[in-house]
Nanobody, 126 residues
Framework: QLQLVESGGGLVQPGGSLRLSCAASGWTLDYYAIGWFRQAPGKEREGVSCISSSGATTKSAESVKGRFTISRDNAKNTVYLQMNSLKAEDTAVYYC???????????????????WGQGTQVTVSS
């Protein structure tokens, strides 16, 4: 059974960068698209980015385009989210999740994803 663990979160100043990792165990990531979602206090979980199982297709929210880059290394069973030019509004708990059926075609629908990692906190503040 696929299990996902996020890491790389932390406290960063506005304009700074972080790289989140989503490491898989228990099964190969080769067949899964992987989505990154985030949830800020009092807000709904929102889709940030998604990468297809082959890596050929990526999707991103308008709010992060040009700043965030999703990538994957199937040999390492890991997906990354490089976050640059961070803003205060990027503060949230970030989750990665697997998509075995839609290959990012429903990339911003959290209900279509599973399993989920436990999340990693990203705080952007001066």
């Amino acid at each position: 059974q696929l299990q996902l663990v996020e890491s790389g979160g932390g406290l960063v100043q506005p304009g700074g960068s972080l790289r989140l990792s989503c490491a898989a165990s228990g099964w190969t990531l080769d067949y899964y698209a992987i989505g990154w979602f985030r949830q800020a206090p009092g807000k709904e979980r929102e889709g940030v980015s998604c990468i297809s199982s082959s890596g050929a297709t990526t999707k991103s929210a308008e709010s992060v385009k040009g700043r965030f880059t999703i990538s994957r290394d199937n040999a390492k069973n890991t997906v990354y989210l490089q976050m640059n030019s961070l803003k205060a509004e990027d503060t949230a708990v970030y989750y990665c999740a697997g998509d075995l059926y839609y290959d990012c075609r429903r990339w911003n629908r959290a209900s279509e994803f599973g399993p989920w990692g436990q999340g990693t906190q990203v705080t952007v503040s001066s």
